[in-house]
T-cell receptor, first 119, second 118 residues
Framework: NAGVTQTPKFQVLKTGQSMTLQCAQD?????MYWYRQDPGMGLRLIYY???????DKGEVPNGYNVSRLNKREFSLRLESAAPSQTSVYFC??????????????????FGPGTRLLVL | AQTVTQSQPEMSVQEAETVTLSCTYD???????LFWYKQPPSRQMILVIR??????QNATENRFSVNFQKAAKSFSLKISDSQLGDAAMYFC???????????????FGTGTRLTIIP
């Protein structure tokens, strides 16, 4: 199993350009997530997807769109990149829990990250 | 909203010694999970250890153990017999539910950079 994979590993964009970050998982997980990591701020949730066909906003969704193409793939799109979007982006996935907090571990597994620089 | 605080931006420890990383959190929930993730220079986020809030027993994974104090909302990580490969950023994270589908939402602290001195 490759786990969670992300492409590209590194990208440089000019302000106003668009791009899509790709994420795929081969663990048959229902839930997928996009986080961004900025210096001194930890990871923050951008969007998540509970299952194929559903997406919801996280803590910092402005300037991003997502698509849950199928169970395996969850993409993050920047329509008009801004320097404030310079960051490291992580995709993660997890199994859907039973709905009970005591139903078992639903650990999130992370991809290797995409480093994005917007000039 | 939940918050997670790691008050030690940097820590260092001599190889083979023991080090403790601090984490506090704020929540109004009674049941939740807590995690420690390790991020080495490769940037991969690796799960180190996890704790269920309803369990009084502290979690242990080989050289890694936690001191979970629910009333104090404290969740520290102890690394025994530190090794050079332990050098990394360590993030404390809180898990809450964000939808009826049982999704996880992880709230992260700002991290502690751990240096191992040979």
């Amino acid at each position: 199993n490759a786990g969670v994979t992300q492409t590209p590993k590194f990208q440089v964009l000019k302000t106003g350009q668009s791009m899509t970050l790709q994420c795929a998982q081969d663990m048959n997980h229902n839930s997928m997530y996009w986080y961004r990591q900025d210096p001194g701020m930890g990871l923050r949730l951008i969007y998540y997807s509970a299952s194929e066909g559903t997406t919801d906003k996280g803590e910092v969704p402005n300037g991003y769109n997502v698509s849950r193409l199928n169970k395996r793939e969850f993409s993050l799109r920047l329509e008009s990149a801004a320097p404030s979007q310079t960051s490291v982006y992580f995709c993660a996935s997890s199994r859907r829990s039973s709905g009970s907090l005591t139903g078992g571990w639903e650990t999130q597994y992370f991809g290797p990250g995409t480093r994005l620089l917007v000039l | 909203a939940q918050t997670v605080t790691q008050s030690q931006p940097e820590m260092s420890v001599q190889e083979a010694e023991t080090v403790t990383l601090s984490c506090t959190y704020d929540t109004s929930e009674s049941d939740y999970y807590l995690f420690w993730y390790k991020q080495p220079p490769s940037r991969q986020m690796i799960l180190v250890i996890r704790q269920e809030a309803y369990k009084q027993q502290n979690a242990t994974e080989n050289r890694f153990s936690v001191n979970f104090q629910k009333a104090a909302k404290s969740f520290s990580l102890k690394i025994s017999d530190s090794q050079l490969g332990d050098a990394a950023m360590y993030f404390c994270a809180y898990r809450s539910l964000i939808s009826n589908f049982g999704n996880e939402k992880l709230t992260f602290g700002t991290g502690t950079r751990l240096t191992i001195i040979p």
